[in-house]
């Protein structure tokens, strides 16, 4: 491990090296390339150069009390030289984790797809507050969310939403979020009280760029049509809607939330290469079983990951048997417990998986 991160450092003071040449901020490319490298490098750098300053530092406590006489001395070269361990095993640990090998698509942003299951109007209300729950988080990690199409029930529900989350690492903190999400609660419209079970199905997927997906022409129909709905006053007035239809695979995509057809089509566009993309990837992890049972959240869609229980106040996950007593906050977007939990027991899940190997 240490031969490796030796060869990381040379790189980086390298990078560095080239980075501070003029004239390489000429080529404007390069230069991005150059600086993500070192960005992603950064954290890496940083841990094993405080681990071979902390290595060091035993190094010398274990030199000066062979020397040193001074029992009070001794006693604060004791200390130090037992901080600076308990210091390296952490860094030794955080290195391993950072060393993990990296999801290629931990950098790009997501398509989120919520879709109401079990449950009639309750799954479409319990649907609508997920997509709140998910706006309101996006937007305080400063993520951009935009809309691609909704279909609702009339009563504040949505049959299904999908908007597009661009933000810095959006993928590498939302994947966990795919599967079934179970709401248990007392239903407005049920006048006995009793509580009922319903579900929604959340599916997120990393943005495919236009080289990591190719569509034919030949194999996409395109409709245009008259938006319907809460659109505002001018929404059904022209022919802005468009629905794509992909011929081979008989996904069909519809967007209607901007005015202009033209922006509606580059939005459905990209929302059919992100399914396509997700598609790939799903034979990929299918086809790599053993790995897809080591890590948390790229399971089978039809997973139940989550029950939300308003009676008891708790929410549970159930891949890591995580429950918190604070579903109002949850609800409204603090979901930063939960996924820092999936995260920390994903990587744990991996570093086990290489320790065996090992």
């Known amino acids: 491990m240490f031969d490796r991160l030796d060869d990381i450092l040379i790189h980086y003071e390298e990078l560095m090296q080239e980075l501070n040449n003029p004239s390489v901020a000429e080529d404007q490319n390069r230069f991005r390339k150059l600086m993500k490298e070192q960005a ?54 955080e290195l391993k984790v950072l060393l993990l090998p990296k999801d290629p698509n931990d950098d790009k942003n997501i398509m989120l797809e919520i879709r109401a299951g079990a449950g009639g109007d309750e799954a479409a209300l319990f649907a609508s507050e997920l997509y709140r729950m998910y706006v309101n988080y996006a937007e305080g990690q400063r993520w951009k969310v935009e809309l691609i199409s909704v279909n609702e029930n009339g009563i504040g529900g949505f049959k299904e939403v999908v908007a597009m989350i661009t933000g810095k690492g959006a993928y590498s903190k939302m994947k966990y979020e795919s599967g079934v999400h179970r709401v248990q609660r007392v239903p407005e419209t049920e ?110 869609r039809s997973e139940k990951i989550r029950t939300y229980n308003f009676p008891q106040g708790r929410v549970t996950d159930h891949r890591i048997k995580l429950t918190l007593y604070k579903i109002d906050a949850v609800m409204n977007g603090d979901i930063h417990e939960l996924l820092d939990s999936l995260i920390a027991a994903d990587q744990a899940m991996r570093l086990s998986k290489l320790n065996e190997e090992g």
């Open 191 to 300: 006048s006995g009280g009793r509580i009922h079970t319903s579900t929604a199905t959340v599916a997120v997927m990393p943005e495919a760029e236009e080289v990591d997906v190719v569509i034919e022409d030949k194999d996409v129909r395109i409709d245009v049509m008259r938006a319907s709905g809460n659109g505002g006053q001018c929404v059904n007035t022209t022919d802005s809607a468009v629905r794509l239809t992909h011929m081979p695979t008989g996904i069909v995509i519809y967007s209607q939330t901007e005015k202009s057809q033209l922006q509606n089509k580059e939005k459905a566009f990209r929302l059919l290469r992100s399914k396509l993309y997700d598609i790939e990837l799903e034979k990929r992890q299918s086809s790599e079983a053993e790995e897809r049972r080591s890590q948390i959240g790229t399971g089978d």
């Open 40 to 93: 992603d490098l950064a954290p890496l750098v940083e841990a094993y150069t405080q681990y071979k300053k902390e290595k060091q530092n035993v190094q010398d406590s274990l030199a000066l009390l062979e020397e040193e006489n001074d029992e009070e001395m001794r006693e604060m070269v004791k200390e130090e030289l037992s901080g600076s361990r308990k210091q390296i095993e952490v860094l030794e640990q």
